[in-house]
């Protein structure tokens, strides 16, 4: 039978890596991998993650499983980090899941479930496995206009002109701030625009959340989650713990099922058992037991928001610096909105050709739809980027 398989679109973002590996130039930059690294061009463990995992191989007994949704003191951990009290507990279902990406999965197959019939509304552009996943599960999915290429900023007006469009079922995918890939958030003001359409629509919100705490800090960046948890009826949450704690290869997220009416909450728990079951079974649970141990001891939990602040600093310095050093080279400020962005990535504006010129003349590596990632820079590449910019007409 393999002889049927057909050969799959290679993953550019992985194509873009090996390229970069291939590069000699001690000059190259890599702005493409969506990972965070420090000013060394490491991904550091974080000091609190570390802490927890000594403490852990310690007191560790068992490498037995946990259960279908994974430990509860994860659930109620994270849970609380992303929510707050938003909502009451007894309206959450959760389940942990490998990564942000297992969580994203994990809620359109919930979806598929409860609404097979339900066209799930994507904002244009998205991270790319959104759509992939999308496709890869015959889901019926629509784009709605977000970003506007000229002013490099949310474009509301034909957002909200594309989800009035929504029908009653249908499902919009939001990201919870640190919009990937172009880095422009809505305001509180646009967010409680969209909950009023939604409501208008009787449509339910799916909100991916992968970047709490990079972007205005961890409770400004759940902003817009809990606006949404505190009006709508049902809302689906895919959260992930890789950048926020550090923890990429541990593949720890979690899938939350919020309703209005906490006598459904033990039917929704049911079926994210269920799709558990399908998929992986039991979830895995070391990085799930590390940040569960992080958030609820005091010392940890403040060493850790602490360094995850300078991670956030670190980056709106990057940007800062980098737009200023374009506004000296050019004497312009049509790079202001690098600043004003927020996370790790923002989109340059650059056509497919300048960002190969990019590539083959200035060893810089970014995503062909000119996504950089910010956290790539350091204050020695963040002028070599200027310039080339600059040199290649964008």
């Not at 799930?120 to 206009?145: C, E, Q």
Request: with cysteine.
């Amino acid at each position: 039978m393999f002889e049927s398989l057909k050969e799959q679109p290679a993953d550019k973002i992985l194509a873009l890596m090996q390229l970069y590996r291939e590069d000699p130039r001690d000059t190259k930059i890599d702005l493409g991998v969506g990972v965070y690294k420090d000013a060394s061009g490491n991904t550091p463990i974080m000091r609190a993650i570390k802490a927890a995992e000594k403490m852990l191989w310690d007191a560790e007994t068992t490498k037995s499983y946990t259960g279908l949704a994974g430990d509860p003191g994860f659930t109620e951990a994270l849970s609380t980090l992303v929510l707050g009290d938003s909502v009451p507990r007894a309206n959450i279902a959760a389940a942990a899941t490998p990564g942000g990406t297992g969580a994203v999965r994990q809620g359109f197959d919930l979806v598929l479930q409860a609404n097979p019939r339900a066209r799930v509304w994507v904002s244009d552009p998205t991270w790319p496995n959104h759509l992939s996943i999308l496709k890869h599960m015959g889901i019926a999915f629509t784009p709605y206009r977000y970003f506007d290429a000229e002013t490099r900023s949310v474009d509301f007006t034909h957002m909200i002109a594309d989800l009035t469009q929504a029908m009653p079922g249908d499902v919009v995918l939001l990201h919870g701030c640190c919009h990937n890939p172009t880095g422009a958030n809505l305001t509180g003001a646009q967010w409680k625009a969209v909950i009023e359409l939604l409501l208008e629509k009787e449509a339910v919100p799916m909100i991916d959340i992968a970047y709490q705490g990079f972007g205005d800090g961890l409770e400004q960046d759940a902003m817009g989650v809990r606006m949404v948890c505190e009006k709508m009826p049902e809302v689906i949450i895919a959260a992930s713990c890789s950048k926020n704690f550090g923890i990429y290869r541990e593949r720890t997220g979690l899938l939350m099922a919020v309703a209005k009416d906490a006598s459904r909450t033990k039917l929704n728990q049911g079926t994210l058992n269920y799709l558990n079951r399908q998929n992986y079974s039991f979830p895995p649970d070391h990085g799930a037991r590390l940040v569960t141990m992080v958030l609820n001891d005091p010392d940890l939990r403040a060493d850790w928001a602490a360094e995850l602040e300078e991670v956030r600093n670190s980056m709106l310095g990057l940007r800062q610096q980098l737009a200023d050093e374009l506004k000296r080279l050019t004497n312009s400020d049509r790079f202001n909105f690098l600043a004003q962005h927020r996370g790790m990535f923002s989109r340059l504006g650059a056509t497919p050709e300048q960002v190969e010129t990019l590539r083959r003349d200035h060893g810089i590596y970014m995503v062909g739809d000119s996504r950089m990632n910010i956290a790539g820079l350091n204050k020695t590449t963040i002028p070599i980027l200027a310039n080339a910019i600059v040199k290649s007409g964008i």
